[in-house]
Every structure is written in structure tokens, then in C-alpha cells.
């Protein structure tokens, strides 16, 4: 049986800041990016743990702010969930994949 893969939202440490400038939902988001990195792992090991392999897309913060526009999406959690969910956001690279970076 096929395992399926999560696409899992990922900032850069040098991103994070911003990222919770410009997020509808930044209240719900940890305060640091130490915070939500923890909180991040966390749900790649529950998701391993339920036997799915988590891909980490890392958000390019321009690319998603005209994402959500282009769909008329708040950015806030569930557009950040959709948008890490379409493959076509997901990086080439396998250090992208959960465990190898």
C-alpha cells in the first residue's frame, strides 16, 4: 500500500519574522521561530508516527502572498495548508523531505 505524503509548511529562520507580519492568523502562530520549529517537529513526528511521510515546503513569502491573492484566499493557516498541499509548491530538492535536512 502506497504511503502518502503531507506536504508540511516550513520557514526559514530568517523568514519567520515576517512571515507573522503578514499572516491574518499571526496570533495563533508561536512567537519565535525556535517556538514554532518545536511545535513544526512535532507534527512531523505525529505524522510519521500515523505513517505518513511529511514533505517540508519551505514558504516563499512573496510567492504565497500572490497565491492567496490569485485565489482569494486570507493568508492564514488553511491557505497555508492548501498551498503546501499542491505538489506543484514542493521543492525539487531531497533535502526538502522530512528526516534528510
Not at 512567537?31 to 513526528?45: G, H, L, P, V
Request: aromatic share 10%.
Amino acid at each position: 500500500m502506497p504511503t502518502a505524503t503531507v506536504g508540511l509548511v516550513w520557514y526559514r529562520r530568517a523568514d519567520y519574522a515576517r512571515a507573522l507580519d503578514m499572516m491574518a492568523d499571526a496570533h495563533d502562530l508561536p512567537e519565535t521561530f525556535d517556538a514554532w520549529k518545536r511545535q513544526a517537529k512535532a507534527i512531523e513526528d505525529r505524522l510519521k508516527r500515523e505513517g505518513f511521510v511529511s514533505r517540508r515546503v519551505i514558504i516563499d513569502l512573496d510567492a504565497f502572498a500572490i497565491w492567496c491573492v490569485l485565489n482569494g484566499r486570507e493568508r492564514d493557516g488553511p491557505a497555508r495548508s492548501s498551498y503546501v498541499a499542491n505538489p506543484a509548491h514542493w521543492p525539487s530538492t531531497p533535502s526538502a523531505v522530512s528526516g534528510s535536512a
